[in-house]
């Protein structure tokens, strides 16, 4: 059984700065890729940013330039460096993982950018 937790979410002020966690533990047999997506209340869920196995990386306009994707495989972790945060990045933000021809979701982090 594959788990992953996010963490790291919270309120933050327009300008700053978070950065959002995603461990994953269980029988991952092989990593092909991991994500970050995030769901405004009443929109659908949207891609944030992805990372695959060879280290290739994709960001949603809305995160180029400001958002950092890495990943740490020796612990099994993603991370999310969000920087100039806005009020329109506020959302529920999931992780998602893709292995062995499965698709993996975290229970998501809320994160809140507010005055």
């Known amino acids: 059984q594959v788990q992953l937790v996010e963490s790291g979410g919270g309120l933050v002020q327009p300008g700053g700065s978070l950065r959002l966690s995603c461990a994953a533990s269980?029988?991952?047999?092989?990593?092909?890729?991991m994500g970050w997506y995030r769901q405004a209340p009443g929109k659908q869920r949207e891609l944030v940013a992805t990372?695959?196995?060879?280290?290739?990386?994709n960001y949603a306009d809305s995160a180029e330039g400001r958002f950092t994707i890495s990943r740490d495989s020796a612990k099994n972790t993603l991370y999310l460096q969000m920087n100039s945060l806005r009020p329109e990045d506020t959302a529920v933000y999931y992780c998602?993982?893709?292995?062995?021809?499965?698709?993996?979701w975290g229970q998501g982090t809320q994160v809140t950018v507010s005055s």
């Open positions: 269980g029988s991952i047999s092989s990593f092909t890729a």
């Open positions: 998602k993982l893709w292995s062995s021809g499965q698709i993996y």
């Open positions: 990372i695959n196995s060879a280290a290739f990386i």
